[in-house]
Each structure stands twice: as C-alpha cells, then as structure tokens.
C-alpha cells in the first residue's frame, strides 16, 4: 500500500479494459503503436499460468487500475538464477510523482526476488525524464548501450 491508499496487486480479467487504456497511454508516451491482435496476445500472456511472464495492477479504492508493470523471468549465462525484466511501467499522468511507480517496481523487486531472480532490470528511452529521476533513485543505471534487429 502506498501513502496515497494504492494496492499494488497481479492483474486480473476485470481490469482488462482500464489495462488497455493505460497501455495505450504507454504505447503513445514512447511513440509506438502495436496492433490489436499484439494488444489481445499480451494481455492473454499476461494472464496466462506461465510463471515468468505476468504483470501488477496499481489500484485505489474503487479496485480501478492506474498503473501497471509487465514482466518477463528468463534465465541468464551469467548466474544460476534468472533474471526478472521489467517490461513496461506506467502510470497515470494524472497520478505520477504520487509514489505508485516507486511501489509497483518495490512489488515486483519482492517478486522477482520470490522467484529466485538475481538481478531486476529494465530499459528506458533517454527523454524518458521524468521516470528517470524515479529509477536513479532506486536501482543503478549501467553503462550498457542497446542494439536491436527486427525480425
């Protein structure tokens, strides 16, 4: 629970159409667009009995989603347990510096940590400004630059 009464808790059939809102916001924020069907495979994945992919609700009182964070378990070469990959983070503009990206990245520090992960980590786009601020203050930015090759 954050200072703003904010229950982080995992998502859940009923929030699928406040889901889809924020990720749309999130989607816009980072300039992107994925399909509908991208959309309606996600939030299946999301949902889904597989361990190593799922995602948190940030919600009041009224059980009314405004954040979410998506995540991805996935082994590594370089230690014996996984890695937990946040995949998406967002907030609702409205609410943002209130403390609900803080808990939704403590709440999945505590999953990943459950699932035997040694390492959380995400990536984020440079004019990212605001959201950098948060993440400076609670993991360690390294010096790695990003290559991708679309398939």
């Known amino acids: ?14 929030d699928q159409p406040r889901w889809r809102e924020l990720f749309d916001g999130y989607l816009t924020f980072y300039e992107s667009e994925l399909s509908d069907e991208v959309k309606r495979t996600t939030w299946q ?6 361990p190593n992919m799922g995602g948190f609700a940030a919600v009041g009182a009224d059980d009314r989603p405004v ?3 998506h995540y991805i378990i996935h082994p590594s ?27 939704l990245i403590t709440e999945l520090k505590k999953h990943a940590e459950a699932s035997g992960c040694e390492r959380l980590y995400w990536l984020t786009q ?24 679309l398939l």
């Open 1 to 14: 629970m954050t200072a703003n009464g904010i229950t982080i808790r995992a998502l859940a059939d009923r």
């Open 67 to 69: 954040g979410l964070a």
């Open 77 to 103: 070469t370089w230690t014996k347990g996984p890695y937990c990959y946040l995949e998406d983070l967002f907030v609702d503009p409205d609410l943002r510096g209130s403390g609900i990206g803080r808990a």
């Open 45 to 50: 994945r999301l949902l889904s009995d597989d």
């Open 126 to 149: 440079e004019f990212n400004y605001k959201g950098r601020i948060l993440y400076d203050t609670v993991a360690k930015k390294i010096p790695f630059v990003v290559y991708e090759e």
